[in-house]
């Protein structure tokens, strides 16, 4: 029993923070409606048109701006009072989703008017979570910050497992129009822990002035440092073809395995569950640096592959599990070492690079794996994503070979910070 709640402290340890206590409250409201509006706007579009690449192009507009935008949103994370920045974004995207429901419940809802709502969504989440993602440092101290970032994961897809499975009920009785409603409702209660942090508990950077050319400099800064630019070009390679999950899994389900709304939110509940047990892994035990992220790299494309290979629903899910884990250990492994190893303040610039190489690269990942999946079939789309992130990881361990001298088996075994 002491070594059980010894094991909980090590893997809870952030939740000893107040301010953090507070904040995972009101996310894990908010995120399980973010993720009913994902799994409901996707199976609206597919309702609407039936055409996965038209699903990748909505997918695409929801990202394009984070693309885009993205590296400015970083210098303007470096600038300003991030929680501040994030309380006025956290209410416009509340909008955003009680606009979507009310079109959707009205029956007014048009394809056009759903992809100007995602282009504007993702307007929001280019300067969002920069400054989200560089707070978290400010908020519980580098000592906490692998914990609290892992642990922030395992919240996501903890309301993975239960966003889309309540989406998939609520759109096979009521329809999806609801499932945005409820995600408007539930940005009330991130606003309110936001707005209520104790802000005597928050160490924040020192802000980096309005000088010019601050975002060639984050730039310049990422070139010269290989320990931040190979995790980054590592996730732009899977962030575009293998995070595609929008796109992939209601394909997936519809065209591949011929289920249903029920079948798709199962799916992606099944990822979320995998995740969460990958995250608590992480979150007690997990390292940062190269190996551990070509070893999480390897693994997701290995259970990608099988579950492109999935012959029913019930091998799929085993399959997503596994893939929510691997998923789950990539990504956080590369957001610890990216956000230890930046300097204070560049973090928010090196950020939201960070978010442009997840989200950003979905403009051109999404209607290509669309198009994959039109022109040879559902699985492929998953089965490109595996390939993908196997690539990925020979990339990294070449990369590792370079930057570290030593054997292979001294990297594997010293590389961790």
Same mark, same amino acid.
């Given at each position: 029993?002491?070594?059980?709640?010894?094991?909980?402290?090590?893997?809870?340890?952030?939740?000893?923070?107040?301010?953090?206590?507070?904040?995972? *409250?009101?996310?894990?409201?908010?995120?399980?409606?973010?993720?009913?509006?994902?799994?409901?706007?996707?199976?609206?579009?597919?309702?609407?048109?039936?055409?996965?690449?038209?699903?990748?192009?909505?997918?695409?507009?929801?990202?394009?701006?984070?693309?885009?935008?993205?590296?400015?949103?970083?210098?303007?994370?470096?600038?300003?009072?991030?929680?501040?920045?994030?309380?006025?974004?956290?209410?416009?995207?509340?909008?955003?989703?009680?606009?979507?429901?009310?079109?959707?419940?009205?029956?007014? &809802?048009?394809?056009?008017?759903?992809?100007? +709502?995602?282009?504007?969504?993702?307007?929001?989440?280019?300067?969002?979570?920069?400054?989200?993602?560089?707070?978290?440092?400010?908020?519980?101290?580098? %000592?906490?910050?692998?914990?609290?970032?892992?642990?922030?994961?395992?919240?996501?897809?903890?309301?993975? &497992?239960?966003?889309? *499975?309540?989406?998939?009920?609520?759109?096979?009785?009521?329809?999806?129009?609801?499932?945005? +409603?409820?995600?408007?409702?539930?940005?009330?209660?991130?606003?309110?822990?936001?707005?209520?942090?104790?802000?005597? *508990?928050?160490?924040?950077?020192?802000?980096?002035?309005?000088?010019?050319?601050?975002?060639?400099?984050?730039?310049?800064?990422?070139?010269?440092?290989?320990?931040?630019?190979?995790?980054?070009?590592?996730?732009?390679?899977?962030?575009?073809?293998?995070?595609?999950?929008?796109?992939?899994?209601?394909?997936?389900?519809?065209?591949?395995?011929?289920?249903?709304?029920?079948?798709?939110?199962?799916?992606?509940?099944?990822?979320?569950?995998?995740?969460?047990?990958?995250?608590?892994?992480?979150?007690?035990?997990?390292?940062?640096?190269?190996?551990?992220?070509?070893?999480?790299?390897?693994?997701?494309?290995?259970?990608?592959?099988?579950?492109? +290979?999935?012959?029913?629903?019930?091998? %799929?899910?085993?399959?997503?599990?596994?893939?929510?884990?691997?998923?789950?250990?990539?990504?956080?492994?590369?957001?610890?070492?990216?956000?230890?190893?930046?300097?204070?303040?560049?973090?928010?610039?090196?950020?939201?690079?960070?978010?442009?190489?997840?989200?950003?690269?979905?403009?051109?990942?999404?209607?290509?794996?669309?198009?994959?999946?039109?022109? +040879?079939?559902?699985?492929?789309?998953?089965?490109?994503?595996?390939?993908?992130?196997? &690539?990925?990881?020979?990339?990294?361990?070449? *990369?590792?070979?370079?930057?570290?001298?030593?054997?292979?088996?001294?990297?594997?075994?010293?590389?961790?910070?």
């Amino acid at each position: 029993m002491t070594r059980l709640m010894g094991a909980g402290r090590v893997t809870f340890a952030a939740l000893a923070i107040p301010n953090y206590r507070r904040y995972i *409250a009101g996310q894990s409201v908010s995120l399980i409606g973010t993720w009913m509006q994902m799994a409901a706007q996707s199976w609206l579009v597919l309702t609407l048109t039936g055409s996965a690449t038209t699903l990748g192009l909505i997918v695409a507009l929801q990202t394009l701006p984070v693309l885009l935008l993205g590296p400015y949103g970083g210098v303007i994370a470096d600038r300003v009072d991030k929680r501040r920045l994030m309380v006025i974004l956290q209410i416009a995207m509340g909008v955003q989703a009680l606009i979507l429901g009310v079109l959707t419940v009205t029956g007014a &809802v048009r394809l056009w008017e759903i992809g100007a +709502l995602a282009a504007l969504l993702g307007l929001n989440n280019a300067f969002e979570n920069p400054a989200r993602q560089s707070f978290m440092l400010e908020m519980v101290g580098a %000592e906490s910050l692998r914990n609290a970032v892992s642990l922030n994961s395992v919240l996501v897809n903890v309301a993975r &497992v239960i966003g889309p *499975a309540v989406a998939g009920v609520l759109i096979a009785t009521v329809g999806e129009g609801v499932c945005f +409603l409820v995600n408007a409702a539930s940005f009330v209660a991130v606003v309110i822990s936001l707005t209520t942090l104790d802000p005597s *508990a928050i160490f924040p950077s020192t802000p980096s002035g309005r000088e010019p050319g601050q975002l060639r400099e984050g730039l310049r800064y990422v070139r010269r440092t290989p320990e931040l630019g190979v995790p980054l070009m590592m996730m732009a390679l899977a962030g575009c073809l293998a995070y595609e999950f929008q796109v992939t899994l209601p394909v997936m389900a519809r065209q591949g395995l011929h289920a249903g709304a029920t079948a798709y939110g199962f799916m992606t509940a099944a990822m979320g569950v995998g995740a969460v047990v990958g995250g608590l892994f992480v979150a007690a035990r997990g390292k940062t640096g190269l190996a551990p992220l070509v070893m999480a790299a390897s693994a997701f494309g290995v259970v990608l592959l099988l579950a492109g +290979l999935a012959p029913n629903l019930p091998v %799929e899910l085993f399959a997503l599990a596994l893939a929510g884990g691997a998923s789950i250990s990539f990504m956080s492994t590369g957001n610890s070492t990216l956000q230890l190893t930046a300097a204070p303040n560049m973090r928010g610039r090196v950020m939201s690079l960070w978010f442009v190489a997840f989200q950003g690269s979905t403009p051109i990942g999404g209607p290509v794996i669309g198009w994959v999946m039109a022109e +040879l079939g559902a699985r492929a789309g998953l089965g490109v994503g595996g390939v993908t992130c196997l &690539v990925v990881a020979l990339l990294g361990f070449l *990369a590792m070979r370079r930057l570290t001298p030593g054997s292979v088996a001294a990297k594997l075994a010293t590389s961790t910070r």
